[in-house]
């Protein structure tokens, strides 16, 4: 930006303009997108003095932020605290005499050791 305002300047001197609006409409016209062009779209300026006015107390503010952000430390990754979700091993499940219902088939009978759907579902045939 500080260097766009210079070049400019210097295209002001050579052409030597009258007419105040146009200089600040060609420079705004000009201007890449960013906040110091959004200020001046919010506010709009009447004067090249008073462009150059704001755009310095902007090069300021940027300038001190750059320098803040240069004297904080920089982020450290993030740890992990928890463990990593458990995964369901068949293996595992066999051992502990756990079974796993996914892999039973549906219906049949209480004898053979697997429940009839109705009492899965509580439903009932009598009704």
Not at 23 to 43: C, D, N, T, W
Request: aromatic share 6%; charged share 25%.
């Amino acid at each position: 930006m500080k260097d766009y305002l210079n070049r400019f300047a210097i295209q002001l001197v050579r052409l030597k303009p009258t007419d105040e609006a146009m200089i600040v409409h060609a420079l705004v016209k000009g201007m890449l997108l960013g906040p110091f062009s959004e200020s001046l779209l919010r506010v709009y300026p009447r004067t090249f003095t008073e462009i150059r006015r704001r755009a310095l107390s902007h090069i300021a503010a940027d300038d001190r932020v750059t320098q803040k952000q240069g004297l904080v430390a920089p982020v450290r990754p993030r740890v992990t605290s928890r463990p990593p979700p458990m995964r369901f091993d068949k293996a595992t499940a066999e051992k502990k005499g756990r079974r796993n219902p996914m892999n039973e088939p549906q219906g049949g009978h209480a004898r053979d050791g697997i429940l009839p759907q109705s009492i899965i579902f509580g439903w009932s045939s009598r009704s």
